[in-house]
């Protein structure tokens, strides 16, 4: 059995907007996430994944239920830092979160925060650098690179400070293909090699559908809790609650719809591909 490292039970959270009603942005959420797993959170905008994400490093505290972090509840104010050490959050615009002119200065940033030696420092440093491939360019200068790569730089910040679960709310919205796909390798790579644990708030299913596991949201609930080609192949489903399924995925179920029997559990393009040689040499076979 894969050991627990993230726990939602029954959390609820309210949002206080002075004299007008609580907004309830979490109505009893359900969720475990095990450790070195790689889960994808879905919703349109409004569903509660950002809300509950922030739960998970203590940047909001329930209004109900209860949040563990390694068997720490988040509600213990005293293992707020310990939680925070355990959670590192990447946020979706890079520069809000680099603070420092030169890379490695940046980078160094958090673990001098936490009050790491200066020999250990500059060793996390290298060694986050080189996570993320931005290890040559630790004296350039921060603000003159490529959204990619800035992304990159806060990923590696965040690395620094040896967190065992890393939360990337919406890390690729601001970039373009290639810092999208730069990004994404990086983080597979940290799940893959150094068993850490990923929780990903993606607009993009084609990102999703790259994790172990997708959860998607729908009114501060957990809707939908699966593997990609379990999730993905609810097209209606996940059409109600106005959210889209990777491209590949729907090409089939189109296809599928207008009585061509083509598979449709498929994710990917080269699935697809096959999916539709298998219908023509079927086709071929049979003429």
Not at 248 to 255: D, G, I, Q, S, V
Request: aromatic residues 4%; negative net charge; glycine residues 8%.
């Amino acid at each position: 059995m894969s050991e627990a490292i993230l726990q939602a039970e029954q959390v609820t959270f309210e949002y206080n907007s002075g004299d007008a009603e609580p907004v309830k942005a979490l109505c009893g959420v359900e969720l475990t996430v095990t450790r070195g797993s790689f889960t994808a959170l879905l919703g349109h905008n409004g569903c509660g994944k950002s809300t509950l994400a922030k739960q998970f490093n203590a940047l909001l505290l329930p209004t109900g239920g209860r949040v563990l972090v390694e068997e720490m509840d988040t509600a213990d104010e005293s293992l707020i830092p310990q939680i925070r050490r355990t959670v590192g959050m990447v946020l979706q615009n890079p520069d809000n979160q680099l603070v420092s002119t030169v890379v490695e200065e940046d980078v160094a940033f958090g673990p001098e925060n936490l009050g790491v030696e200066p020999h250990e420092i500059r060793i996390r440093v290298d060694e986050a650098l080189k996570a993320v491939g931005m290890y040559d360019y630790r004296h350039h200068a921060a603000h003159k690179l490529s959204g990619g790569q800035k992304q990159r730089v806060a990923i590696a910040g965040v690395l620094a400070m040896r967190p065992d679960v890393l939360v990337l709310d919406e890390p690729t919205a601001m970039l373009d293909p290639s810092g999208r796909k730069e990004v994404m390798q990086t983080v597979h790579r940290l799940c893959r090699e150094h068993g850490m644990t990923v929780m990903l708030i993606t607009h993009y299913m084609e990102e999703a559908a790259t994790a172990d596991r997708v959860v998607v949201m729908e009114g501060g609930k957990v809707m939908l809790d699966g593997t990609p080609r379990e999730v993905f192949s609810r097209v209606s489903t996940l059409r109600e609650a106005a959210l889209d399924v990777p491209q590949a995925t729907e090409l089939c179920y189109e296809l599928h719809k207008h009585g061509i029997e083509v598979a449709t559990d498929v994710l990917t393009v080269e699935e697809c591909v096959d999916a539709l040689i298998t219908l023509l040499e079927a086709q071929h076979g049979h003429s």
